[in-house]
């Protein structure tokens, strides 16, 4: 199986989705590949993730190894069929003991993202990370027992 490892100067870097460079190692081969990623115009939001998902199928990434992830990062990587094991600081990346290695099963182990809950990224303009309701405005001047009855009284289901 092929692992990645979020790496940054042959180090294990510590956030997964904002790692410069991932490490590509072959567990039976023991082929070592290091791939940078190119840097986007949107390169601290989707455009770099999608890089990174695209990257794992090119190469048939089976796991990844990581140290800390953000929840819809692993979300995603558990919908790609991605495995997941976490590495704890310090560990030799060049010398991975594979069968040693703990499994990421949940979210549990995923920090919640804040940005996540309070920023739109320019590149989702067709997903949802911001306010419940597309239509409705950034900054709603009525109060939320007002918009909910207004929503009530219209049959308005989103």
């Not at 042959?10 to 070592?32: C, I, R």
Request: glycine share 4%.
């Amino acid at each position: 199986m092929k692992y990645a490892i979020p790496i940054c100067n042959d180090k294990l870097f510590n956030h997964y989705s904002k790692a410069p460079q991932f490490l590509l190692v072959d567990d039976v081969t023991k082929h070592e590949q290091t791939i940078d990623l190119t840097p986007t115009i949107k390169a601290k939001t989707c455009g770099k993730k999608t890089q990174m998902l695209s990257l794992f199928t090119a190469h048939n990434v089976g796991a990844v190894i990581i140290k800390n992830i953000g929840e819809a990062m692993l979300s995603t990587l558990f919908d790609q069929g991605i495995k997941v094991f976490r590495l704890n600081r310090g560990a030799d990346i060049h010398a991975l003991d594979f069968s040693q290695l703990v499994p990421v099963e949940d979210l549990s182990y995923a920090k919640p993202s804040v940005n996540k809950r309070n920023k739109v990224h320019t590149c989702c303009k067709g997903k949802q990370t911001g306010s419940s309701f597309k239509w409705e405005p950034k900054e709603s001047r009525l109060d939320a027992k007002t918009l909910r009855n207004l929503r009530s009284i219209h049959k308005i289901h989103l």
